[in-house]
């Protein structure tokens, strides 16, 4: 069992950034693949960001590179999120999740956790 636990999330103006963090705990977690994903109202939930905790190998949406960053920090057990250049559009609830296995998709993950809420005006 894996338990994650999100933070970081705010309310922040267009251009501004956040940091989101993940604490990670229970059964080692070396050879999962972390993500971000985010749900904005009424829209289904979507992938934002992935790391690989072993290897470090990144992925990004499309609609977040060059925003976004995601990193993880073995000392303290966190994944974290840089999100740069804030948007209106980035504003949803943001959800770290856990994946046993390699991909990327929604599916695969088989961890959450509870979400933090990030908003951005305009």
């Known amino acids: 069992q894996v338990q994650l636990v999100e933070s970081g999330g705010g309310l922040v103006q267009a251009g501004g950034s956040l940091r989101l963090s993940c604490a990670v705990s229970?059964?080692?977690?070396?050879?999962?693949?972390m993500g971000w994903f985010r749900q904005a109202p009424g829209k289904e939930r979507e992938f934002v960001a992935a790391i690989r905790w072993s290897a470090g190998n990144t992925y990004y949406a499309d609609s977040v590179k060059g925003r976004f960053t995601i990193s993880r920090d073995n000392a303290k057990n966190t994944v974290d999120l840089e999100i740069n250049s804030l948007k209106p559009e980035d504003t949803a609830v943001y959800y770290c999740?856990?994946?046993?296995?390699?991909?990327?998709?929604?599916?695969?993950?088989?961890?959450w956790g509870q979400g933090t809420q990030v908003t951005v005006s305009s």
């Open positions: 999740a856990a994946n046993r296995a390699s991909g990327t998709m929604t599916s695969e993950f088989s961890y």
């Open positions: 229970g059964r080692t977690f070396f050879y999962y693949t």
